[in-house]
């Protein structure tokens, strides 16, 4: 079973406008940590927000908020205001577990596109 | 802060040969981790260093493997290239790999077996 699902293989967007990304995710570990990076055409992964299992509130950072759902395992990435330099290769990932044993687990990502 | 370093940043390759690749964790930064990413298979975690120890290894058979120096530094190693090796390896650091903590990738080497 994927742990991480992204159905969104592509998205548009109207410049200025808000947009979700969805990610769905799979654990039995009650201790895991969710994190979204951007992957721009250059490759490099870019950290933009992480949300912790344990955490009460929803995560933001910017205009990078993380619409956490603990019960439907679902932590969806709202991008407010999108701008031209936001269209890039979205990942949703999770790390499980404490101690040494962890490692990400990425999902498929969603590429977003953002139209002027 | 420089941030993390991957050399070199293309790579070709034959099928049988080996390659050595770099990666210098942001300043401090003690965990390093490797990552695959591959059209097919997406991002896949190798492994991770810490303190100059293994600490976890992802399904890759036993041709990848690495090394992490006392300066933190990392290397990573694929001998007897295969043609379905050709994919971009990111390299990640974090403080100390613990819960929460937040990785940083570098940009990545893209590696070419012809």
């Known amino acids: 079973a994927q742990k991480i699902t992204q159905t969104q293989p592509g998205m548009f967007v109207q410049e200025k406008e808000a947009v979700t990304l969805d990610c769905t995710y799979d654990?039995?570990?009650?201790?895991?940590?969710l994190f979204w990076y951007k992957q721009p055409s250059s490759g490099e992964m870019i950290f933009l927000i992480y949300q912790g299992s344990y955490d009460q509130q929803n995560a933001t950072e910017g205009r990078y908020s993380l619409n956490f759902q603990k019960a439907r395992k679902s932590a969806n990435l709202v991008i407010s205001a999108s701008q031209l330099g936001d269209s890039a290769m979205y990942f949703c990932a999770m790390r499980e577990g404490k101690g040494s044993a962890r490692q990400l687990t990425f999902g498929s990502g969603t590429q977003l596109t953002v139209l002027p | 802060k420089a941030g993390v370093t991957q050399t070199p940043r293309y790579l070709i390759k034959t099928r049988g040969q080996q390659v050595t690749l770099s990666c210098s964790p942001i300043s401090g930064h003690r965990s390093v981790s490797w990552y695959q990413q591959t059209p097919g298979q997406g991002l896949q975690f190798l492994f991770e260093?810490?303190?100059?120890?293994?600490?976890n290894k992802g399904n890759f058979p036993g041709r990848f493997s690495g090394r992490q120096f006392s300066n933190s530094r990392s290397e990573m190693n694929v001998s007897t290239l295969e043609l379905g090796d050709s994919a971009l390896y990111l390299c990640?650091?974090?403080?100390?790999?613990?819960?929460?903590?937040?990785?940083?990738f570098g940009s990545g080497t893209q590696l070419s077996v012809l």
């Open positions: 654990t039995s570990d009650p201790s895991y940590g």
């Open positions: 260093y810490f303190s100059e120890t293994q600490r």
């Open positions: 990640a650091s974090s403080l100390a790999g613990i819960e929460g903590e937040k990785l940083f």
